[in-house]
């Protein structure tokens, strides 16, 4: 599986605070690290997308450190327009992590997967912590019961949702 990760998002789910109140270079090499630890562990393709504005100057454009492809995007663009051109490339291929709302809705256009964020986060940490401990895991909650009233078996998730399940069990 290959996961495509709006930086910024993630790092402000991670930390919890606004990203002019942090350094954005310390947290993206923190946030960097932990997607090489992440990424021995699932053997998962991993793309991390940050916004070029806030890159540093002496930084390359784009560069992979032990297997993880980090991206700045170039001026004129932002980090979204990077996840959702990635998304019209490879679609079913490609989970998108982000907090955007815009970008998850064209990403699902053309068939790619959408994680939240927090979401993701929280299984970062959950597979880098299990690792540390002793190989436990915790289960995710699996079922998620829709508000709609519909046809047909009610214990049974839509298609869409099947499909998005077996896809993050495959993380």
């Known amino acids: 599986m290959w996961l495509a990760l709006d930086g910024y998002n993630v790092i402000a ?10 350094d954005l270079e310390a947290e993206r090499a923190e946030l960097n690290q932990l997607l090489v630890q992440y990424r021995k562990l699932s053997k998962n393709r991993l793309a991390v997308v940050y ?9 390359p454009r ?8 980090i991206t700045f995007s170039t001026s004129g663009r932002s980090a979204d327009q990077v996840l ?8 079913s291929g490609l ?16 068939g790619a997967i959408v994680l939240e964020s927090g979401e993701f986060v ?3 940490l959950l597979a880098l912590n299990s690792d540390e401990e002793s190989g436990e895991e915790e289960s995710v909650d699996k079922n998620r019961r829709h508000l ?4 047909g078996n009610p214990n049974r998730l839509s298609k ?9 069990q495959s993380m």
């Open 122 to 124: 929280q299984r970062l």
């Open 84 to 91: 959702i051109r990635m998304a019209h490339q490879y679609g």
């Open 95 to 110: 989970t998108i992590v982000t907090s955007d709302r815009e970008v998850a809705r064209e990403s699902e256009k053309n």
């Open 13 to 22: 789910e991670m930390t919890g605070e606004a990203l002019g109140m942090l």
């Open 160 to 168: 869409k949702e099947r499909r998005r399940n077996q896809r993050l």
């Open 51 to 59: 916004d070029g504005g806030r890159s540093v100057s002496g930084e």
């Open 62 to 69: 784009n560069y992979s450190e032990s297997g993880v492809k």
């Open 148 to 151: 709609t009233r519909k046809k």
